[in-house]
């Protein structure tokens, strides 16, 4: 009687076959995980863009004046304040700056009172709360253009940028 069985050359080749699967198994894993990675990234840079832009909306459409003072910096980065009655820390902090921080921050700072950049010292900060909106911020403008009418630019470091027009409803 004879006994079939496989051979040792069968075997090898059947676990060498084994082995590429499996190579390219986990290739394409690692292809997923990495394209995963990155357009959830993506997704969190557009979510955040989103809600940035939904603030900056809320303030100037909430705004009491139009005469908004748009001032810059030495860096010639924009520092934009209003009076808004869009407020999310205090409802008497109705005073909204927008400011780039020296470490590239975009910052939203709502205070009790108006914003000085000459006359800054430790009271305002007291009654103030201060947000950062973006980080990584190269320029910041904000542009008037009628009395209702705003746009607004940010350029990042990551070579991005956004604008946004908007119209005050007052």
């Known amino acids: 009687m004879l006994k079939k069985s496989f051979t040792l ?6 676990i060498v076959l084994l082995l590429i699967i499996v190579v ?3 290739q394409s894993l690692d292809i997923s ?22 603030i900056f909306f809320k303030d100037i459409v909430h705004s ?38 020296k470490n590239d921050n975009l910052l939203r700072i709502e205070s009790l009172n108006k914003f000085d950049k000459y006359k800054l010292n ?13 980080s990584e911020v190269e320029k910041f403008k904000v542009i008037k253009k009628d009395k209702k009418i705003y746009a607004i630019y940010l350029k990042f470091k990551d070579e991005s940028d956004m604008m946004f027009v908007f119209k005050s409803m007052r």
């Open 9 to 14: 050359i069968e075997v090898l080749i059947s």
């Open 24 to 26: 390219f198994l986990y």
């Open 33 to 54: 995980q990495k394209s995963n990675k990155f357009f959830n990234q993506k997704l969190v840079e557009q979510i955040n863009k989103t809600d940035m832009k939904k």
């Open 64 to 101: 009491y004046e139009t005469d908004n003072k748009i001032s810059e910096d030495r860096e010639k980065k924009a520092i934009f304040s209003l009076k808004s009655s869009n407020t999310y820390h205090n409802a008497f902090y109705v005073n909204i700056t927008y400011l780039v921080s």
């Open 122 to 134: 430790d009271d305002f900060f007291d009654k103030a709360f201060v947000d950062t909106i973006a």
